[in-house]
């Protein structure tokens, strides 16, 4: 009975696998429209929609749409399911302060676009301002595959094919919805609809929001496969690519678990002139919402003021480095310091890069000399920003005149402070 059951089991599985497969095969080669369609299609026959009734996780009550949205519910279509004006209210209110917030162009018009220089091949490009610390962090997660993962590893990294860059942003985009999940074997990844929800007196339509439709995935292989035939809603230029990413991992994770991520009940995701907040951040870089980049929670005061200062839990694969602990504004911990792989999104000027080395060892053997690789996204780079790392056993004799020092250079010495930098004939960035 055992044997029989086993195998009729493993045949069921080979049969969703094979139908998951054929049906999202031809979705990248298909008009918007038609891969559109074939997607609602799809989900309306084998993605399960998001249940109506909250669900438990551990200790939290997890509701639809979206895991965590307690008492939000989704309306179920021929072509889906399509997000109710509760849960797109909630969305906008738990990522703006408000439910009349809206994405300006910066965000509308990001999609998920790799450049074509050759040895940056593997750069996700930036429009414009606005959306750099979610594109920095995926990036990180894209160079993670690139360079160090077997089984996604590109023969040339800094110039992958177009094959082996799409398939890495595809993994990237499945390890920062995972991680955002908690454990939690149930993601929400969110694609345009050819429908809009209608408004009501207390919302304000933005025209983006109330128009996409709901996905829910059971494990990470449905995951892959499903964004693998449907990635393409996400990667055509001057499309919200990167602002459905942030609602699939929002919707993932969820707004109960998100507002206990941060520091203040009534936190945002967004914070001025659009920019992303550090717990927005922390939330693509590592999965939760937290608000600080110290290692742990910290506790301020006590009896009735107490104050915790909540911060990352563990090494993380990519890590963080900030002008700000130059400046003394904040303290970087280990966890984001000497993260599981030698990639570090870097927040300086109010602008989000990532530095990164192509020796996977390079935080294990602790050389005396090393070279760094410097990427961004907006700055239209026409080279490699090779730097060259030499570590002294003494301190550096202080620069007589700190505003010459490239704020790159501030950076990586809030984690090798003795680092002395060559820019091998590339201009400093300043």
């Known amino acids: 009975t055992t044997t029989t059951t086993t195998t009729a089991a ?37 993605v ?10 551990g200790s939290q009550t997890r509701g639809f749409s979206g895991p965590g949205a307690s008492n939000f519910g989704a309306t179920a279509s021929p072509h889906g399911t399509l997000i109710d004006i509760k849960t797109a209210a909630a969305l906008r209110t738990l990522i703006f302060g408000s439910s009349d917030g ?34 920095a962090a995926l990036q990180a997660y894209v160079l993670k595959h690139l360079l160090f993962v077997p089984e996604s590893q590109a023969a040339d990294p800094m110039n992958p094919t177009n094959a082996e860059r799409h398939s890495a942003l595809i993994k990237a985009c499945c390890d920062i919805i995972v991680q955002a ?42 995951l892959a496969s499903f964004l693998a035939g449907s990635i393409k809603h996400w990667t055509t230029p001057e499309c919200p690519g990167v602002i459905y990413l942030v609602y699939s991992v929002v919707l993932t994770r969820g707004f109960d678990r998100i507002k206990e991520d941060m520091d203040e009940e009534h936190g945002r995701l967004m914070g001025a002139h659009k920019y992303c907040t550090q717990d927005l951040v922390n939330l693509i870089i590592t999965g939760r919402a937290c608000s600080n980049v110290h290692d742990g929670n910290k506790e301020l005061g006590d ?25 003394r504004s904040c303290e970087v911990g280990t ?16 602008h989000f890069t990532v530095l990164f080395s192509t020796d996977r060892n390079l935080l294990k053997d602790d050389p005396a000399g090393f070279d760094l690789h410097f990427y961004d996204g907006l700055a239209r780079q026409e080279e490699d920003y090779r730097l060259t790392i030499e570590l002294y056993s003494g301190k550096l004799a202080p620069n007589p005149d700190m505003q ?16 002395s930098i060559d820019w091998n004939n590339s201009d400093p960035l300043f």
Not at 117 to 127: D, E, I, K, M, P
Not at 335 to 350: G, N, Q
Not at 404 to 419: D, G, K, N
Request: net charge positive; charged share 20%.
């Open 404 to 419: 010459l020092v490239p704020p790159i250079e501030l950076c990586i010495r809030t984690r090798w402070p003795t680092a």
């Open 335 to 350: 966890f984001l310091k000497t993260p599981t792989y030698p990639i570090w999104v870097v927040c300086s000027e109010s």
């Open 102 to 135: 809206t994405w300006v162009a910066e965000w509308q018009c990001q999609g998920l676009v790799f450049g074509d220089v050759s040895n940056l091949r593997f750069g996700l490009f930036q429009r414009k301002g606005g959306p750099c610390g979610v594109l």
């Open 303 to 327: 009896g009735a003021d107490k104050m915790v200062l909540k911060g990352i839990e563990k090494e993380n694969q990519v890590g963080l480095l900030s002008l700000f602990e130059h400046y």
């Open 48 to 57: 399960k929609p998001a249940p109506a009734a909250s669900r438990q996780s």
């Open 10 to 46: 493993a045949a069921a599985a080979r049969s969703k696998k094979s139908t998951l497969q054929d049906l999202t095969s031809g979705w990248t080669t298909a008009s918007p429209a038609a891969s559109a369609a074939t997607a609602e299609n799809f989900a309306a026959t084998n």
């Open 181 to 222: 999940a908690g454990g939690v074997s149930r993601y929400t990844v969110v694609m345009p609809s050819t429908s809009a929800n209608k408004s009501s007196s207390s919302y304000k339509p933005d025209k983006l929001t109330e128009r996409i439709n709901l996905y829910t995935l059971d494990s990470r292989q449905e």
